[in-house]
């Protein structure tokens, strides 16, 4: 059963993808990048994911030593959620470079449990990344958070 929706989920995100890469072809540069950059990885991720299902000698159906209550998935897919819609509403506050590196770094000190130095390093490294590609190379425009707006510091 989880292999047949594992192979749906993957072959469903080959569609969209492909399908998104093939529409932003005729698109100009600056337009289609973004796309492209996403599209074609996902893409191939999702084909190794196929390959990977449909290549796999393991049994169907794995023992049942090894499956989470459902209590646990529950929390654990309710935590999940929690924290998308956490950053989603930190990207409409404060905006993506504001939002996008608090996120990293609360996720890290609260769900990962990591320590300051890592934490520090790695939110840096990740936005000096979002911030080179992003801002530096694609000079792509992210709109001012709702909050960030209201307090004027736009």
Do not use: N
């Amino acid at each position: 059963m989880h292999s047949r929706s594992s192979l749906a989920l993957s072959l469903a995100v080959m569609v969209v993808s492909g399908a998104g890469t093939i529409a932003a072809l005729d698109w100009p540069l600056k337009a289609k990048l973004f796309p492209m950059v996403i599209g074609i990885p996902l893409f191939c991720l999702a084909a190794a994911e196929v390959a990977w299902i449909l290549l796999s000698k393991a049994p169907e159906e794995k023992a049942a030593e090894g499956e989470v209550p459902p209590l646990v998935a529950r929390r654990r897919s309710l935590l999940g959620v929690g924290w998308i819609l956490g950053l989603l509403a930190s990207v409409v506050l404060l905006g993506f470079p504001i939002a996008v590196p608090l996120f990293v770094f609360l996720y890290l000190k609260l769900q990962g449990r990591e320590g300051w130095i890592f934490s520090a390093v790695f939110t840096a490294a990740v936005w000096g990344a979002f911030y080179g590609l992003f801002d530096s190379l694609l000079h792509l425009p992210f709109p001012t958070g709702w909050l960030v707006a209201w307090l004027g510091f736009s």
